[in-house]
């Protein structure tokens, strides 16, 4: 299983520092709970040793790894409060990808009778979560995959949600200082601007070596001038300097006039 991340700082470097850490080691610790069988557990010790009851045990191993990345944005939120990191946030995209034989199992990490045995290592699964306007989009068949969501002022269910939060949008910001809706950090607007990740899963299989697969993980100062399709058809026309082609979409994005900060990473699959 591989991890990739793209984080957006904002109000100083600290939280994105921090995150560089922290994210990884939740996700690892959200990834690795375990609860045994019940055949292994003793009712007696359990019962008394531990705060879960035995249907919250099982609804934890049972979670979906969407569901563990949602829980690990969210401690990890809280553990930058506990650091005291109070005056900076970031926007986040992360993913986790697997292949082979780690999809034999779904979402809900029961045995996945569809997958095809003779065609795993073909098949790979792509787990996005992301806070914020910084995006991870999937390259496949030559068609684009948004595998995440734009946390904007300018999404209608958003701003409704910070309304009913008692807050407000005032010239396109939240409380007029955040043009981000989400966030790790800013604590001193997390009443209004939360950590809740948006979360997807996507399986794919490649069925032959020219059938070019990748993800590409940018911040907004890319997707403010590219499209999705767009920034795929690029890497696509490119893909003989595939080692160089996150470093052409940079180039590319500030010819077309982008004015943000722009960090691009480019993941290959074949």
Not at 7 to 24: K, P, Q, S, T
Not at 67 to 82: C, M, N, Q, V, W
Not at 189 to 201: N, Q, W
Request: overall charge negative.
């Amino acid at each position: 299983m591989a991890m990739l991340a793209v984080a957006d700082g904002h109000g100083g470097r600290d939280i994105v520092e921090f995150l560089e850490d922290a994210l990884l080691y939740h996700v690892s610790e959200e990834l690795q709970l375990y609860q045994p069988d019940e055949a292994d557990v003793d009712p007696v010790s359990s019962s008394s040793s531990s705060s879960c009851t035995r249907d919250q045990q099982l609804t934890i191993q049972n979670d979906s790894i969407p569901a563990r990345l949602e829980r690990a944005f969210l401690i990890t939120d809280i553990h930058s409060k506990a650091m005291e990191l109070m005056s900076s946030g970031a926007t986040v995209a992360m993913c986790l990808v697997t292949r082979g034989s780690n999809n034999i199992y779904n979402s809900n990490c029961g045995l996945n009778k569809n997958v095809n045995n003779d065609n795993m290592e073909n098949t790979w699964t792509i787990y996005a979560a992301n806070a914020g306007d910084a995006r991870i989009v999937l390259g496949h068949g030559g068609r684009a995959y948004r595998m995440t969501k734009d946390h904007r002022t300018d999404d209608p269910e958003e701003v409704q949600r910070i309304e009913e939060s008692g807050g407000f949008i005032f010239k396109g910001r939240v409380l007029g200082i955040l043009a981000v809706t989400r966030s790790l950090g800013d604590h001193c607007m997390k009443e209004y601007v939360i950590a809740k990740p948006y979360t997807s899963e996507k399986t794919i299989t490649v069925t032959s070596e020219r059938d070019i697969s990748f993800i590409i993980l940018a911040c907004d100062g890319l997707w403010d001038v590219f499209r999705d399709q767009e920034a795929v058809d690029f890497v696509l026309d490119r893909i003989a300097e595939k080692e160089l082609v996150a470093k052409y979409l940079v180039e590319e994005a500030l010819k077309k006039g982008s004015t943000d900060n722009i960090t691009v990473s480019v993941a290959f699959l074949t």
